[in-house]
């Protein structure tokens, strides 16, 4: 991967733990902010397999526990980490064709969907956020910048 993209990915990493601490220090997680924590770490699977070329093993929109989402985490991070030692810069031009949940066809750039795929986590940690905080919770920071200023 290019260094941009791995910068990316490892902010990514950072964010989708961050959201899983913020979750696990409140009494009882916010089926809300479950559910949308569980579907932005199912989007990243059902991404990587589009970029690895097979079948996802969940939908993206799973009902998922915090301990279910701790080792889908772990999981998409290890297997982008692969990706990140394996995936060439010419190899992030390559199309891939794939479906979505909705059986529409589509065709994109591997950097495109990688791309892609950290914005979405974005914005869908800030949701998760806002509903940690609206419960009385302690939201974790996950923006780039905190990541950049965490980093050694």
């Given amino acids: 991967m290019t260094a941009y993209i791995r910068r990316l990915y490892d902010h990514l990493v950072w964010a989708d733990a961050r959201t899983l601490h913020a979750l696990r220090a409140m009494h009882a997680a916010p089926l809300d902010a479950l559910r949308l924590y569980a579907h932005l770490l ?3 699977h059902v991404w990587l ?6 079948e996802p093993e969940m939908p993206v929109w799973p009902a998922l526990d915090l301990d279910e989402c701790a ?8 297997a982008f980490a ?5 995936l060439s810069t010419a190899e992030l031009e390559r199309k891939v064709h794939y479906r979505n949940s909705r059986g529409d066809e589509f065709t994109n750039t591997v950097e495109d969907i990688l791309l892609h795929v950290a914005l979405h986590g974005s914005y869908h940690r800030g949701q998760v ?24």
């Fill in 82 to 86: 692969v990706l990140a030692e394996t």
């Fill in 71 to 78: 080792a889908l985490s772990a999981k998409n991070h290890a």
């Fill in 42 to 44: 199912a989007a990243e």
């Fill in 49 to 54: 397999a589009r970029v690895e070329d097979h």
């Fill in 129 to 152: 956020a806002r509903i940690v905080r609206g419960e009385g919770g302690a939201p974790q920071p996950t923006d780039y910048i905190f990541f950049i200023r965490e980093r050694p």
